[in-house]
């Protein structure tokens, strides 16, 4: 997903090989410096990537070696699961209401500090400050302090007469707290609209308010447009880390996904199947499912990318 | 591939100190007198330290033994212990509880122990039930570390102001008329007479028991959705006049001691096991006290049970069986043990040990001890242990009862919804 288009000229740099090998370097080094990363993919992904493959045609628990079971994971995933259609439900609407508002916010707040404000470095550590902690288990916990039924959200309704519910005990509020914390850690989509937003040459502005548009239409017209791959950077990035959230939920239901399953994430029941439930057969089929999920998600944003994504001639 | 000098030299050191480290692991088993037990265990801050120095002791008092001691919370603790296992890297002492037992003894995990006893395991004392408890399938697979007991935890002080004290002859009715007693005066917003524990299992397993049923059989659930339409119904109303906790303050309950709505100020009273007598009030400012559950009828059965409080097993494949039954033997049989752990963890079933560990013994443990002894009196025989999927379906009892506490199901619906789930939770988790 690189925002720049330029590619590396292929003649050039095969002349630097061969020049290199000329000399007796070789290939050997590169190869050497490619190692770390090399062991640390095929040790830490692919390897138990396709181990996780196997087994999801197994009834693998941990305790005994695996049996063969064929297709009947994922059969039962496509047939017999209630609580898979609920968790992929969940995720689901928590990613298509926390990622476009965690977005809008962090373009708005970016929109704000690009006006050059004075202390804008400041500004920015500070705006980009929950998206550091916010995802760590003391925030999960302040979380539940925050919303609980005797909380200091209800303590504040409470000086103007509401009595409030407790936010996240209760299975109708408890997912929207969650996406109200996702919100509050726009800092990185932020951060990344910030460079684009200076990125779009200040003339453009001059040009349309000299012919009378408005900040709104110039807003539409300039803003918008030239900043369409950023958005979709972020758009990409931000909705597979939606699909990926696992802490809040964890921490804030104690890895129930309560309550009643209100905030049963994907992840979560992935996680409850393999190691509440010593199921890690069918949370590895689980797993792939989501894998091909989130591919899906991608392949849609890419191949649609090119009738509303504008880049730089 | 042209390595230089310097790199070469850097790896055949790396590999000679890689092989002296493989050298000394190969050692290590056959010198006898270097053993490393590992000994894993759930448990909380305080107690779990407590056990902790009282194990190195021990170890330190053995040459050549050392002892890896490690602690997890409970929920933690299965989860690394079933990845454990899966590893190749279980520990040698394993903590059992009643509910997994069977899962772990039946896969072969765990080491059948009849002959450690009575050497090193010297603990015939026990007595026949307490030993009794800890085989599947005639096999000695845990040695229960002692006694504990399900009763109603309550906020003494609390209760007194409100001119009200939990009775040791509760029955259903008096118990709702004491809550009753107590909502009348109490002004505390989001406090409660008591939890709501409609969605507590092992509560309503107390009162199937009184009916003469029981929450399982050999293969299956042992009650009907008439039975437990009658539970919810009470609870349900238990909440709807303000005596037990509503659906939005019972919802702060996470299953551990440490967010029970008495220890966090929210209800009088709750469910409690005897051995959190002494955590709960290290927590709290008030005067924590238990009580046995309320009964059908003043005379009936009690349904009350003495539950092994928690296991000690040896891993099937550990190379120390024999250091390992000695250290289960020290946990749970010698009085320098308890003298470190009060009763912390559980009643100490040795009675050589208990009466000895007596005179000693702190006002909170007084109190466990004297509730374990009310619950004695009247209990019943030990309930047949959880079918496999037993986790599971503790999840999908609670969550049934919620739907009742939030409106969105009868009690009816409820209950007969709970049957089916089990229904299926057992029959997917019966081991093949």
Redesign the interface.
Known sequence: MSLSTTTASPDRPSLHVAARERHGVGRGAGYLFLLPWFLGFVGLTLGPALISLYLSFTNYDLLRPPVWVGLANYARIATGDSKFAHAIHVTLLYVLLAVPLKLSFALFVAMALNRGLKGLPLYRAIFYLPSLIGTSVAIAILWRQLFAVDGLVNGLLRLIGIQGPGWITNPRYSLYTLIVLAVWQFGSPMIIFLAGLRQIPGDMYEVASIDGASRFRQFLKITLPLLTPVIFFNAVVQTIDAFKAFTPSFIISNGTGGPLDSTLFYTLYLYQEAFGYLRMGYASALAWILLIIVAAFTTFAFLTSRFWVHYDE | ??LNPNRRQLLIGTAASLSAVGLSLAIAPAMAENVRVRYFFWGGPGRSDRKVASVQKYAGAIPGLSIDAEWAPW?DY??RL??Q??GGNAPDVIQMDYQYIYE?GR???LLPLDDLVPKPMDIEAFGDQRLQSGKVDGKLYGITVGDNAYGIGHDVDALRAAGCEVPDDLTWDSFRDLCSKFAKVNTK??YFATANLGGDIQAFQIWLRQDGKDLYTTDGLGFAADDLEAWLTYWQDMSKRGYAAN??????F???ME?SLVVTNHAAMSSHWSNEVNPVSALVKFKFDMAPFPQRTPTGRSGFYLKPSQFMSIYAKSPYPEQSAALINYLTNTLASAKDQGVDTAIPPSPSVREALLPDLSDTSKRSLEFVAKVEQRADPLPLPPLP?N??AV?AFE?NN??VL?G?SSPKDAASAFIDQANGILTR?KPK
């Open positions: 591939m042209s929920g299965w989860t079933s990845t296992i899966a772990y896969r072969r995990v917003p989001n659906a939005d303050v019972q919802g702060l996470q299953d551990k967010s999927g986790g599971e999840k969550d919620m739907q939030f969105n988790a």
